[in-house]
Nanobody, 124 residues
Framework: QVQLVESGGGSVQAGGSLRLSCVGS????????MAWFRQAPGKEREGVAAISTGSGQTYYAESVKGRFTISRDNANNTVYLQMNMLKPEDTAMYYCAADTYYTNYLNPGGYRIWGQGTQVTVSS
């Protein structure tokens, strides 16, 4: 079964933290790379962080470096996004994705499998 299920979104004040989780099926987790994207109203979907489920190699968008951390739990087919020092501009719907045919792992265009998203709202 091909699926991704996100959880962990919510509302926090600026400076706060949230941890998002993305649980994949055996198939989706085996596809090599998984990533988090976000999309705010009226804006394009943008890459936040990506991780190789095999090697653990990671990539981050410049806007989140030093604040967000992507990690994986191979035993549970789960990828996490720890978000610290949240800012109002981090407010968006966050999506998990898997199975890309691009080598730019933060490009949403290459990903074939998407979750339904989880909302993150940061108030000032």
């Amino acid at each position: 079964q091909v699926q991704l299920v996100e959880s962990g979104g919510g509302s926090v004040q600026a400076g706060g933290s949230l941890r998002l989780s993305c649980v994949g099926s055996e198939y989706t987790y085996s596809r090599g790379w998984m990533a988090w994207f976000r999309q705010a109203p009226g804006k394009e979907r943008e890459g936040v962080a990506a991780i190789s489920t095999g090697s653990g190699q990671t990539y981050y968008a410049e806007s989140v470096k030093g604040r967000f951390t992507i990690s994986r739990d191979n035993a549970n087919n789960t990828v996490y996004l720890q978000m610290n020092m949240l800012k109002p501009e981090d407010t968006a719907m966050y999506y998990c994705a898997a199975d890309t045919y691009y080598t730019n792992y933060l490009n949403p265009g290459g990903y074939r499998i998407w979750g339904q998203g989880t909302q993150v709202t940061v108030s000032s």
